[in-house]
Structures are given as C-alpha cells and as structure tokens.
C-alpha cells in the first residue's frame, strides 16, 4: 500500500501557510490511491475544502482542448502541417512585426504560412494580451473592438477578428506562451460543426463521468466554486472576483480553448487517468495510445526551448499542448520521462505518467499562486510514494 502521510502533511501545511485551502488526488492503473482536503473553499463563511468543491482550471484548459482536438486528427479531419487558412482563410497572409535599429517598427507580410502544428506549440506568435509590445496592443484593441460591437462573442467571432493582428515574429520560429490554444479550439469547432464546449461534453466529459466539469454553470455549480484568494506578501488572504468568471454564466457565448473550464479534483483525475492508460477509461477506448505519445513528445526546436525553459519548467519539453519531462536529473524531478501536464493561473496543476500509469491532481485557487515552491513538492511527494 502507498504511504502518502507525508503529502498529508505538506498540503495540510499549505492550507495554514498559503492558500485558504487544496486539494490533491493520485489514481493508478485506474485505482485511486490518495484523497486529501484541506483548508477552505470559502474561509470567511467557513466552508471546507471536499471532493464537491468546484475550481477554475484557467490554463488546464489546455489539456483538454489539445487532446480533444487530436481526437479529430487522429480521425483524419486535420494534419499538423496543414496551413491554418485552409481552416480560417482570414490567415491566409498574416503580417509580422520587424524590428528596426530607429523608429517604429515595420509589419510585412509573413514568408511562411501559420500551421496547424504551430498553434498547438504555441508558435504562431500570438500572445496573450499582456504586455506592452505591437501584438500585445494590437490584440486588446480587437477585444476591445468586439465587445464595442457586440457586447457579447462566441470563439470564432474572436478568431477571424484575431488574424489582423500582426505576430510577434515569423510563424513556427519560436515559442511565445498565448493564443495558440483557443485556434485549436476553433479548429475542433471548424472540423466538427460543434462549440468546442459540445464537443468536449460529447467526447469527454459524458464517457469519462466528468459530471461537475464545463464552461457553464449549472445545477449547484457556482455554489461549490472555490472562493479566489489574493496573498499579500506578509501572508493575508484577501478574497477577489474569479478572473474570466463572466464567462461561466448561462447566458455567456465565449468558451475558449486556453483557459474557461472548471472541475472537480475527482472530475479532473479520471480525465488524467484516462490519459496515463493509453487513451483507455473503464475498458473503453476514448483516444488512440499512440495519440497520446505523439502529444507528450517535445516538438520544440533548440531555439524554442530556450524561449520555453524557465526554473518552473526546469527538464521539461513542451509537446501538443502540454510541457513533457525530457530530463528528469535537469528538472530534479523523480517523475518518468515522458511524463506530461501542465498547470493553471489560480494554481492547479496535473502531472501524467503512462510509463506508470500514474496521474496526480492538485488544485488550490489563489494568486499569486507561488506554483513553483507547490507544484515541486507535491510532484516530489506523489511520485515518492509509488512502490
């Protein structure tokens, strides 16, 4: 039997330390072999952290929406190297943005096309709206644009707007974390005939049991969400609005494919379990084997590593949508090669190991979320404890 008595403790020390409350769960060849919560999904009103309590997965999105979207390449409605505006003509050509030594700098069109490989690798050179660079500036003013016109905007709406934007530098040339992921979204959109949210519902969420994880609320849903928390640096919890929280509401229309999910610990672990058995959920084949290990290989080259690799991501390659552990002695990380996931804003996080069959869950909903000094652990603790 796996002792886990450390990992107890160390989440029971994040809860007094960090975050009002989290939550971990580790499952094995289909068996669950750890539960534990701790602390509070609301502290004020006194709510616990249990396996109902409801969290914005933000960028664990990701995950899902990749590995939904090789669903249909797997069925041959797309290939990687395909062009993107066989898909959206509206980025058939794209401008870039060139720096000069004086001055402005000039947009020209791109000498490469966009292609479908580089919006799951995060090299189309679309970031996010942060930042104060032309891409950047040229992205929030589109947003800005479309809910001028129309208050309210599904994906697509946002994607065709998206493509006069001018990228950050030449298609497929290097990684810059962003978009990428909500063209993946569109593309299963495009290759389906349905929202993104339908699709995942369909293929996903029903076959897998997920039945407390979407875009909307419904039932009880909003009740059991997981009050977020902002920490000062002396420690104080401060209680904040849920970013992108409007977009979970029944009459919202945008579901993107880079943040916008929320789940439950047990809901999440099923998805990750399916995963780490080769596609396999309760003897059912929900997505081929060798999908999943064309996904969790590092399609970065030499120079899009260095623009991925940080201290957080220490050993890691990123994949179709997900960072997969290529040293394991670089990382200081006691996971398998091969291993893969990835992590969320308010700090949730997933690690996936079809080498042994083993996937860990770990979710908590602050900011900062001080991922690093959390996820590092946790990942220590959950892969100490396999015999």
């Known amino acids: 039997m796996s002792d886990y008595r450390h990992l107890s403790a160390l989440l029971k020390q994040f809860s007094e330390k960090g975050p009002a409350g989290c939550a971990c769960a580790i499952a094995r060849d289909g068996k669950i072999l750890y ?8 502290k004020d009103a006194g709510t616990p952290i249990n396996e109902s309590t409801i969290y914005r997965l933000y960028s664990m999105t990701k ?13 041959g409605k797309f290939s990687l190297n395909d062009p993107l505006y066989e898909y ?28 479908v490989k580089h919006a799951f690798t995060m090299a189309v050179g679309l970031p996010y709206a942060s930042g104060d660079t032309p891409t950047a ?14 208050g309210k905007y599904n994906l697509q709406t946002e994607i065709k707007a998206m493509a006069e934007v001018p990228l950050a530098f030449e298609p497929g040339t290097h990684f810059l974390y962003g978009y990428g992921h909500d063209l993946v979204a569109g ?18 969420f029903d076959p897998l049991e997920m039945k407390d994880t ?98 957080y991501q220490a050993g890691y390659g990123y994949g179709l949508g997900v960072r997969t552990m290529m040293d394991p002695a670089a990382g200081g990380c006691n996971s398998s090669v091969g291993e893969f996931g990835w992590t969320g804003l308010a700090g949730t996080w997933t690690s996936i190991d079809p080498a042994e069959k083993f996937s860990v869950v770990y979710m908590h909903q602050m900011l900062p979320n001080m991922e690093e000094y959390h996820h590092h652990r946790v990942r220590a603790a959950a892969y100490g404890g396999i015999e």
């Open 187 to 204: 593309l299963v959109e495009v290759t389906s005939g349905k929202t993104i949210g339908q699709f995942l519902k369909e293929e996903f």
């Open 214 to 311: 979407g875009y909307r609320y419904f039932g009880d849903i909003k009740s059991r969400m997981a009050v977020m928390y902002r920490r000062d640096d002396d420690g104080t919890l401060t209680r904040m609005e849920g970013l992108m929280d409007r977009n979970h509401e029944t009459d919202a229309l945008y579901e993107s494919g880079g943040a916008g999910l929320f789940a439950t610990v047990g809901d999440y672990l099923k998805f990750s379990q399916m995963m780490a058995n080769g596609g396999v959920y309760k003897g059912r084949q929900i997505m081929g084997r060798k999908t999943i290990d064309l996904m969790r290989r590092n399609h970065l080259n030499e120079d899009q590593l260095k623009d991925f690799t940080n201290t």
């Open 63 to 75: 995950v899902v929406v990749c590995a939904a979207a090789l669903l249909q390449y797997e069925r």
């Open 88 to 115: 959206f003509s509206e980025y058939r050509k794209p401008l870039v943005v060139r720096p000069r030594g004086f001055g402005p700098p000039a947009l020209e069109e791109a000498k490469n096309p966009m292609l």
């Open 35 to 42: 539960e534990g919560y701790y602390g509070y999904a609301d």
């Open 137 to 150: 500036n040229a992205i929030r003013q589109v947003r800005q644009k479309l809910e001028q016109q129309y």
